[in-house]
């Protein structure tokens, strides 16, 4: 099994981003192949997470010691930030099989229910996008994490009985960009929440060296420095925009590449110097020229960009927070001044002046003001 299946629900719909694909965080097409090709084994080949790999590496030890199975492992964060990988490296580390599926997947309570009575002592369940499993699976899966054990209903009506099934031990990883979405009783049920963060340049840079031995393509160090500024703090965008800087070096140069062709690509490209792409800038340019800079809701906000609610809050803004572009108030979404100059506006007189690199947690992450209207 390759086990790479980052199409599937609404982040790998990407047509929604049309020809920016370029900088959607989740996959594109043509991109699985690269992904399985560039993605880390281990985890001392995973680059950057410090936090999380030091927090990982303690679960895992642990748990190997002890000759058990590790507790259920939520990995939270951004498209693209390395959580599918990581979750196949928890599998590697404890060589164990992962078995994978997904929350649009567990449609049915019989879906998950045949998933689970056929794991193995000591096998890794993934269950990407968690936050999307329908309610009846969500409550099987409950008792599958805490007792190991699932009840399946046979029959309807009175005459229906439910029949108790022992569930090898286990152990569950789920992965989600939307950890608030998830019901308070799955998330209890999860021994350890890794918070995924956008990676720092220099990271970034590391990950594009990497990619590039893999792919022999001549990276210059200023070329990697280049496209890790513009890749929006996320490796796989850093490795898309790693190949077309090698497509535009191929045909325009001689094959190597240097900072002055991976500029001159990622204009081509339409890339800017923030790594901005084209829904960024709609939803800046409508906070800013439609609502004077807020605040506005996120809903409203995705309606003036004719986009999905989901995709502005989960794709958009996280890293517009990071960047120090958007702030999340209690009364809604607000402009920074550096949102306004990066439109070339003048910021009015009130407009909050915020520094770049605010972490970028999810909508339960810790906010500037407080809790985040939603
Ligand atoms: N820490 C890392 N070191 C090196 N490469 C990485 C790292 N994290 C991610 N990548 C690269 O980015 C690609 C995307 O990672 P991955 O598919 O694991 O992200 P994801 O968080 O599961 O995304 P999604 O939420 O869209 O499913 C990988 O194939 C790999 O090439
Ligand atoms: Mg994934």
């Given at each position: 099994?390759?086990?790479?299946?980052g199409?599937?629900?609404?982040?790998?719909?990407?047509g929604e981003?049309?020809?920016?694909e370029?900088l959607?965080?989740?996959t594109?097409?043509g991109d699985?192949?690269l992904?399985?090709?560039?993605?880390?084994?281990?985890?001392?080949?995973?680059?950057?997470?410090?936090?999380?790999?030091?927090?990982?590496?303690l679960?895992?030890?642990a748990a190997r010691?002890?000759?058990r199975?590790?507790?259920?492992?939520?990995l939270?964060?951004?498209?693209g930030?390395?959580?599918?990988?990581?979750?196949?490296?928890?599998?590697?580390?404890?060589g164990?099989?992962?078995?994978?599926?997904?929350?649009?997947?567990?449609e049915?309570?019989?879906?998950l229910?045949?998933?689970?009575s056929?794991?193995v002592?000591g096998?890794?369940l993934f269950i990407d996008?968690?936050h999307?499993?329908?309610?009846p699976?969500?409550?099987?899966?409950y008792?599958?994490?805490?007792d190991?054990?699932?009840?399946?209903?046979?029959?309807?009506?009175?005459?229906?009985t439910?029949?108790?099934?022992?569930?090898a031990?286990f152990?569950?990883?789920?992965?989600?960009?939307r950890?608030?979405?998830?019901?308070?009783?799955?998330?209890?049920?999860?021994?350890f929440?890794?918070?995924m963060?956008?990676?720092?340049?220099?990271?970034?840079?590391r990950?594009?060296?990497?990619?590039a031995?893999?792919?022999?393509?001549?990276?210059?160090?200023?070329?990697?420095?280049?496209?890790?500024?513009?890749?929006?703090?996320?490796?796989?965008?850093?490795?898309?925009?790693?190949?077309r800087?090698r497509?535009?070096a191929?045909v325009?140069?001689?094959?190597?590449?240097d900072?002055a062709s991976?500029?001159?690509a990622?204009?081509?490209y339409?890339?800017?110097e923030?790594?901005?792409?084209?829904l960024?800038?709609?939803?800046l340019?409508?906070?800013?020229?439609g609502?004077?800079?807020?605040?506005?809701g996120?809903?409203?906000?995705?309606?003036?960009?004719?986009?999905?609610p989901?995709t502005?809050?989960?794709?958009?803004?996280?890293f517009?927070v990071r960047?120090g572009?958007?702030a999340?108030?209690?009364r809604?979404?607000?402009?920074?001044?550096?949102?306004?100059?990066?439109?070339?506006?003048?910021p009015?007189?009130?407009?909050l002046?915020?520094?770049i690199?605010?972490?970028?947690?999810?909508?339960?992450?810790?906010?500037?003001?407080?809790?985040p209207?939603?």
């Open positions: 099994m390759n086990g790479d299946f199409d599937t629900g609404e982040f790998g719909d990407t981003f049309g020809d920016e370029l959607a965080p989740s594109v097409p699985t192949e992904d399985a090709s560039l993605r880390p084994r281990t985890l001392s080949e995973f680059i950057g997470q410090a936090k999380v790999r030091e927090q990982l590496e679960v895992l030890h010691n002890r000759g199975t590790p507790d259920h492992i939520l939270s964060g951004p498209p930030l390395g959580k599918t990988s990581l979750a196949m490296i928890i599998a590697a580390e404890l164990a099989a992962i078995r994978i599926t997904s929350g649009p997947a567990l049915r309570a019989g879906d229910a045949a998933m689970l056929n794991l002592e096998d890794v996008e968690i999307r499993i329908a309610r699976a969500e409550e099987m899966l008792l599958a994490m805490e190991f054990r699932v009840d399946v209903v046979v029959g309807k009506g009175p005459g229906a439910s029949i108790p099934l022992d569930v031990p152990t569950l990883v789920g992965a989600t960009t950890s608030g979405a998830l019901t308070g009783p799955l998330r209890d049920r999860f021994g929440t890794a918070h963060e956008f990676y720092e340049s220099t990271e970034l840079v990950v594009l060296r990497r990619s031995a893999i792919l022999g393509i001549a990276l210059a160090e200023e070329a990697a420095a280049e496209v890790a500024s513009r890749s929006r703090g996320t490796p796989r965008i850093a490795n898309r925009l790693l190949r800087v497509d535009y191929e325009r140069g001689d094959g190597q590449v900072v991976a500029r001159a990622l204009a081509v339409d890339v800017d923030l790594g901005l792409d084209r960024d800038r709609a939803v340019g409508a906070l800013v020229r609502f004077g800079g807020g605040p506005v996120v809903s409203t906000l995705a309606v003036a960009v004719g986009e999905e989901a502005v809050e989960e794709v958009c803004e996280p517009l960047a572009m958007i999340r108030t209690p809604g979404r607000v402009a920074t001044a550096a949102a306004w100059r990066h439109l070339h506006l003048t009015p007189a009130g407009a002046n915020q520094t690199g605010v972490r970028a947690r999810e909508e339960t992450g810790p906010t500037l003001f407080g809790d209207e939603v």
